[in-house]
């Protein structure tokens, strides 16, 4: 894990056993590393398809105002590529535009995985968006994938 995960010393590292948490951490951990660890390693098939994803796309890249540009590229490939990077680069501006695009996309596995990506990146009304996905996608396969994610525990399964 110590190679997937970063680690960022503490510089104000006390020592272990301190009554303070914040003094008591040796390092913190990138929190996009970790999800994207976690994803791979315990994700349901989306789950750990977009970690890979992003984990090749990223880097140390933790800006999502570089990534957004890639939502309106003419190539669904990038856009592929673009919604999973805002599935681990969690922001507002990020889960706004997953939305849009789990709406409006013309690509439907452009649609399906903007819909994971949203409720993965903590969308308010995700079970709202997949039940919609339900009965209006005019793509039956997003229609499908939005019918048995709703009938997961966690949008880790997915």
């Not at 272990?16 to 929190?31: K, Q, T, V």
């Not at 439907?108 to 995700?126: I, T």
Request: with cysteine.
């Amino acid at each position: 894990m110590t190679r997937q995960v970063r680690r960022i010393p503490n510089p104000s590292f006390e020592y272990r056993f301190s009554g303070n948490s914040d003094l008591a951490a040796e390092y913190f951990f990138d929190p996009t590393d970790a999800l994207i660890y976690a994803a791979k390693r315990w994700g349901g098939r989306e789950c750990s398809l977009q970690a890979m994803l992003a984990s090749r796309e990223l880097g140390y890249l933790r800006d999502p105002a570089f990534v957004l540009p890639g939502l309106k590229a003419p190539s669904f490939e990038v856009r592929l590529a673009t919604i999973a990077c805002l599935a681990f680069l969690w922001s507002d501006e990020g889960t706004s535009r997953l939305k849009d695009a789990a709406l409006h996309d013309h690509e439907p596995g452009v649609r399906q995985s903007a819909l994971w990506a949203y409720a993965f990146a903590g969308g308010a009304d995700a079970r709202s968006l997949f039940y919609k996905a339900v009965s209006d996608d005019p793509n039956h396969l997003v229609q499908e994938f939005a019918r048995q994610t709703l009938r997961m525990d966690s949008w880790w399964q997915a």
